[in-house]
């Protein structure tokens, strides 16, 4: 900032922001300098995140510090919220000048760049206002080109879940594409050759918003030919226009061999159904479009003197396999191959898959052999399943919850591994790669326990059937460890969709907070995949009413008697820690215990189950609750950040 603006010394409050913001346009500070602040608190809020705490502080010293951390992170926040109220959300379509829709497309360039976007959603928001402007002036280039922009920043936003049941913003995507292809009926018309670019990705992107095709990767659900009819009708009219002499000619700069080997490498992904039903047709095109990759990576990798990717190698050898060109054996001295010769210490995205995913594709192929050769290999397969197992715990925090959450749920459905301990290890890593869902999570965990023990004590009629438990005193240790880890584990979906949001540096959108309202359903599901169906429910209906109006997931069945008394604790509970957190919460200023409850008491009947709320009436419990929430939150953020010393 200027000298000029720190001297205002304006008070650090909403309305203190709001008003340094205007200062600073008013100062004739430029919009480039206060798009630059933003995305400068951007990443401050990231690194905010992570406290600097350090393995030589004392315990207070590193409290002092976590809490100092989320006061700034929650400064940064407030400005960030003022400056796009000041640039983005106080305009309109009408209001916005040529140069003001020039400077905020420069912006949405900078914030957006795909897998390493800085903040898609503000680029989609900006790119939904420049649409509209576009209209209004009607300029068909810039409508073209924000259908584009519109269609790929949501589809960066968009939560699918493995099956494709739910997948939020499939019709924006549809009609974004559809609309932005439907412009190649004017091609000739609209001579500007960038927008013809955007016209012929918008073709090939229609596939996107197909919601009868359930797109295969390599960490999804292997599945059968859902949607192979749409999705061929998609690529073939793409690769029509694209392989086009005629298209080609008019706009020989428009990189269309890029675009048909994209249309080649993501056809590549029906070889994860090819595995669990064999489709010749499916097989055949598979194979054309694997060979066409292999092919192309294969040139580059001569030119750079390095090796096709282990990906690639791998699709290429299984599509041969599947369309009957390579026998089975071929296939997996090619896997065994790519596996053996991983480094543990790499984490690129290509040695993931191959220590990861590839030896579970490995299993399953082997078992296609004579038993006798299958039973040869077996020791060779668990070497390699030891090796996953190893690098699951090496990958670091932070950064690869997806990634993981995706393998459990590989492993669990391939029924190679019955380890319930090592289920509940890479679940409380999944919690730890994000420590301010870890911290909550530890909280509710404590909390709900320490309410459940306390209605065993007074109410024990109020818990039996929960869990299958029908003697509460002889059960308790039971009731009490399965309570604990329904509290630990009711937020593990937020962890597993937190990469579609830009969650610290300033308000939800109304798109990121419907990603986030899933994580229930996230949670539940993986939970589910591991077996732990009691605990799993608890993690879909904790925030749901206690009278069954609002909340959400809406529109589902009613909890299942078996876990409803403890999810009514969690909902209970989880609201007592997320309302009063007064260390490391930064989105919202915490509310006194004292408060909360009284919250909690006039929603009991309504949010809140008055059962479970009249615990606190007793001012004993009252108390020893208070302390509780206290002492766990304490030891919950050390261990978080500081750890093992």
């Given at each position: ?409 590989v492993i669990a459905l391939s029924g190679s591994r019955q380890d319930t301990k090592f289920y509940r290890q890479i679940l409380d890593y999944i919690l730890a790669c ?170 009991r009947g309504t949010r809140y189950a008055p059962e479970v709320v009249a615990l606190l009436d007793d001012p004993d419990f009252y108390q020893e609750v208070k302390q ?18």
């Amino acid at each position: 900032m200027s000298d000029n603006e720190d001297s205002l010394n304006l008070p650090d409050t909403p309305k203190g922001r709001s008003r340094k913001v205007l200062f600073m346009a008013r100062k004739g500070i430029s919009m480039e300098e206060i798009y630059q602040r933003y995305l400068d608190n951007l990443a401050v809020a990231r690194s905010l995140v992570k406290p600097p705490v350090t393995p030589d502080m004392t315990e207070e010293q590193a409290i002092e510090t976590i809490h100092h951390s989320a006061e700034r992170l929650f400064s940064v926040h407030q400005e960030n919220d003022a400056i796009l109220k000041d640039i983005l959300f106080t305009k309109t379509a009408e209001t916005l000048t040529e140069w003001e829709a020039e400077q905020l497309s420069g912006l949405a360039d900078k914030l957006f760049d795909f897998n390493r976007s800085v903040d898609v959603g503000i680029a989609y928001k900006i790119h939904q206002l420049l649409y509209a402007y576009a209209q209004l002036k009607g300029d068909e280039d810039l409508m073209v080109r924000e259908l584009y922009y519109q269609g790929i920043t949501i589809f960066y936003l968009n939560v699918q879940s493995p099956d494709r049941k739910t997948n939020l913003f499939i019709d924006r995507i549809a009609e974004y594409y559809e609309k932005g292809a439907s412009y190649l009926e004017r091609y000739e018309e609209l001579t500007n050759s960038e927008t013809r670019g955007f016209i012929i990705r918008c073709l090939g992107n229609t596939k996107l918003g197909l919601r009868s095709v359930r797109m295969r990767t390599d960490t999804g659900v292997s599945s059968t030919d859902d949607g192979w009819k749409d999705y061929m009708e998609a690529f073939d009219r793409t690769m029509a226009v694209i392989q086009s002499p005629y298209y080609r000619e008019m706009n020989a700069e428009i990189p269309w061999d890029t675009f048909v080997y994209s249309m080649h490498y993501d056809r590549t992904q029906f070889l994860a159904g090819l595995r669990s039903k064999n489709d010749p047709v499916i097989a055949a095109a598979v194979l054309e479009s694997a060979e066409y990759v292999y092919q192309n990576q294969q040139h580059i990798a001569r030119e750079r003197h390095k090796n096709v990717g282990l990906r690639t190698q791998y699709v290429y050898a299984a599509a041969r396999y599947h369309a009957g060109k390579a026998d089975i054996r071929e296939l997996i001295d090619v896997l065994f191959s790519l596996c053996e010769e991983t480094d543990l210490n790499d984490f690129s995205g290509d040695n993931i898959w191959a220590v990861l995913y590839a030896p579970e594709y490995l299993r399953e192929y082997s078992l296609r052999l004579e038993e006798e050769e299958s039973l040869v290999l077996r020791p060779r397969l668990e070497r390699l399943f030891e090796r996953q197992k190893k690098f699951l715990f090496m990958l670091p925090q932070n950064e690869y919850a997806i990634q993981v959450s995706d393998c459990v749920r590989v492993i669990a459905l391939s029924g190679s591994r019955q380890d319930t301990k090592f289920y509940r290890q890479i679940l409380d890593y999944i919690l730890a790669c994000h420590p301010p869902t870890y911290v909550h999570s530890m909280v509710v965990a404590s909390l709900a326990r320490h309410f459940c023990l306390r209605m065993a004590q007074t109410a024990p009629e109020l818990l039996n059937g929960i869990f299958g438990v029908e003697d509460v005193a002889g059960q308790l240790d039971f009731l009490s460890e399965q309570t604990y880890r329904s509290g630990l584990y009711h937020d593990l979906g937020k962890c597993m969709l937190l990469n579609y949001i830009s969650l610290y540096g300033r308000r939800l959108l109304d798109e990121e907070f419907a990603c986030i309202k899933l994580h229930p359903l996230f949670g539940c599901g993986l939970l589910t995949t591991l077996g732990m169906e009691d605990i799993s429910n608890a993690a879909f209906y904790h925030h749901r009413s206690f009278n069954g109006i609002g909340g959400y997931p809406a529109g589902q069945d009613d909890c299942p008697v078996s876990v409803r008394r403890i999810v009514d604790i969690i909902t209970v509970v989880d609201a007592l820690d997320a309302g009063t957190d007064n260390v490391g919460r930064s989105y919202a200023a915490a509310k006194t215990y004292e408060q909360l409850v009284e919250e909690l008491r006039a929603g009991r009947g309504t949010r809140y189950a008055p059962e479970v709320v009249a615990l606190l009436d007793d001012p004993d419990f009252y108390q020893e609750v208070k302390q509780c929430l206290a002492d766990s939150r304490h030891q919950a953020y050390l261990d978080a950040y500081l750890g093992e010393r």
